[in-house]
């Protein structure tokens, strides 16, 4: 794998390898286009790779699929990409025939201004659902954003992706093995609409590891599940998602394999990003102000005690008392009563933190309300379901139901 | 069947027959006994019947249910009853086996101050999960209940079961056929955790046909299907959900049968006092602004049309556009696109009342916002989507989520 030369116009601040944030061979830029209705907010961003990436990608499971994710996953079948254009103030989703069109020539005139393929160039959009795609402010806004191309671009390109999210989501991670340093940069975007398969929530992971597309999308897969599938803030799943991971070997002497010493630590650091990427999404959660991990242990199997965990991160009664810092663990029993799971109300214990309330399926007798209110106080903490019928357990990280998450909701467009 | 004398102590102010609201030969009370924590607050009512009753009932099926749930069940079974005791203030549910003792208390306290056998009086409860029930004001409040049994006593029962209702919910529909009289009598509770399987929401109707408890079961099924079963506030199911029908015979000359001329009355007016419970319910959805109807239509079959209805229900992100009296219509899309039911997004076609707002999966080119605007600013309305892919259709009721459904939820106990 031999890296190309910088992008025609490419306004980079030092040599490859030379980012502080991206990996090596990679290019980023992000900037206002006027998809968004308010002055100067970024919305379009481009991620440009010097040379050839693998690619891997994971896509909502929302039978409504946005224009952007049928033509990208088209795209990735492939296993190979040069770049990606994202734009946010409109998710080109519920737009029909003319929808693909635009997909379709904004990769078009992407490929164009940077000189590679179309079939190289990936496209994903975030935003309003059912609205034209502003095609002529985008067309005006590539060549702009291919000129600001940079190694110094991925804050910019994380800003654009935004929505209603209050920070843009980065992580950069390196790992040191047999003489190459290889980095890991994940951006994210997201804040509601967060759970299981993906909701809408943008995730871009680049590396200049040399990693073929299938072996990165068995890591891909394989990472969901720990991170971005056991997150949820309201239950619903967009038509939008999309979650990339590429790596165009920039920084490796030879590719990683499963058996190799190098892809341990390269999978860890992988998953690290993931997991931030995750996280931060929670946190960000929309109007948000407790973090929650819903713990089920002691589960028969590990999709009871995933099904669980989830029923009880999505009841809105949970998730208000959970905004006011109630430890009302009734509406817990009551919600996992409705999940669909055998198990036995009279053997469950609830935690709060350290904090035992439940044993037995009732108040543990003198147990302290204080003590669990503190807990609760708290802006993180845990509630640990014991189900004590097995060795399985699953965790779900959610956010309260907070009066903000309403005010967000009922006032972000249309 | 032989009507017997009004109970000991009945405050009777009319003869059998001769109240406003109640079937014949039915008697009910409401008093405070100071569960609830705000003083003078209704919170324990009876219902009595002068005579065998025959009941049939339908219970939650929360595998968390309450100890009256599992004690009331177990009596209906038998498909006689002459009582009904109700508290309001505690749900007497996650109270192990203290708890089914209260339970069968509170039966065999009402059994000897009406001199009627302990197995004839059902328990029902509802209010905060997990605190023991306050047995020493129940006891004492039982004797008062009793002395204030009467024909007009039903506004003071209806209010007595009351948690976050705003007010009582209250029916009586009337029947002629055949020189019979029959009276149908509803009262319900319910304001939060509606959902099909009967979320905490208690109905009790009365009726003085005579009627077996085998039909009444087949009838209480029938017309759940389109009333109780077709409501949803925020998707959560409580532990003490209970729905009894009795029918004591006091103004039957005979039994009602299927094949009887006086069936067809009897069994639509029976249904309209369920539509009128059910409805009742969702119009006092805690903190609603909004009654939205979701009807989805042109379906291959009805389960699918039903799921899709209720995606769409429980989406929190399209009832906060219902709030923001927004025409969001990208987020049924993407609810629908998520409730795990095939459909070809690009034949649906969605309709705020009379507007068409998207025709082949995209906006009508044309459409009005405005009109679609308008639609929304309504307290009620009706959301109709056509899957053009058969003749099945389903119908939901739900309502808006609004800040206040998070206030109410936050603040309300423990």
């Not at 989703?93 to 929808?99: E, P, V």
């Not at 951006?187 to 759970?195: L, Q, T």
């Amino acid at each position: 794998m031999t890296p190309v030369p910088a992008a025609a116009g490419g306004n980079t601040k030092s040599a490859v390898g030379g980012s502080r944030l991206g990996p090596k061979g990679f290019q980023a830029a992000g900037i206002a286009c006027g998809i968004k209705e308010a002055r100067g907010a970024k919305d379009l961003a481009l991620i440009y790779s010097e040379c050839q990436a693998q690619v891997a990608g994971l896509f909502t499971k929302n039978r409504v699929k946005a224009a952007p994710v049928l033509a990208t996953r088209q795209r990735v079948r492939r296993g190979m990409c040069r770049a990606l254009i994202v734009n946010s103030g409109n998710a080109n989703a519920c737009t029909g025939h003319k929808g693909l069109q635009a997909a379709e020539a904004m990769a078009q005139l992407t490929a164009h201004a940077l000189d590679i393929p179309g079939q190289q160039v990936l496209v994903s959009s975030t935003g309003v659902i059912g609205r034209p795609l502003p095609m002529e402010r985008i067309e005006q806004g590539i060549p702009s954003l291919v000129a600001r191309l940079s190694y110094d671009g991925f804050p910019d390109a994380a800003e654009a992706i935004m929505t209603t999210d209050t920070h843009p989501k980065i992580i950069t991670e390196r790992v040191r093995a047999h003489g190459d340093e290889i980095t890991i940069f994940g951006m994210a975007k997201g804040a509601g609409m967060i759970r299981p398969q993906l909701a809408t929530m943008l995730a871009f992971i680049m590396t200049d590891a040399q990693v073929d597309a299938a072996l990165l999308s068995t890591l891909l897969r394989d990472g969901v599940c720990s991170t971005f599938h056991r997150i949820t803030i309201d239950g619903d799943t967009s038509t939008n998602d999309m979650l990339l991971l590429m790596a165009n070997g920039a920084a490796s002497t030879r590719a990683i394999h499963p058996k190799d010493s190098r892809f341990p630590p390269f999978k860890e650091a992988l998953f690290r990003v993931m997991d931030h990427l995750a996280r931060a999404i929670v946190k960000d959660g929309e109007g948000r102000t407790k973090v929650v991990e819903i713990c089920v242990r002691g589960a028969k199997n590990s999709r009871a005690a995933e099904r669980l965990a989830f029923r009880v991160a999505h009841s809105p009664l949970v998730k208000t008392a959970f905004f006011g810092e109630d430890p009302n663990w009734g509406r817990i029993m009551a919600a996992m009563g409705d999940a669909g799971i055998a198990f036995d109300p009279q053997r469950v214990s609830i935690f709060f933190d350290a904090v035992m309330a439940v044993e037995h399926g009732v108040s543990v007798p003198g147990a302290s309300e204080e003590k669990t209110r503190k807990v609760l106080q708290q802006e993180e903490f845990t509630v640990t379901i014991d189900l004590h019928a097995g060795s399985a357990q699953a965790s779900v990280l959610t956010t309260d139901l907070s009066s903000d998450y309403v005010k967000i909701n009922a006032s972000y467009h249309t």
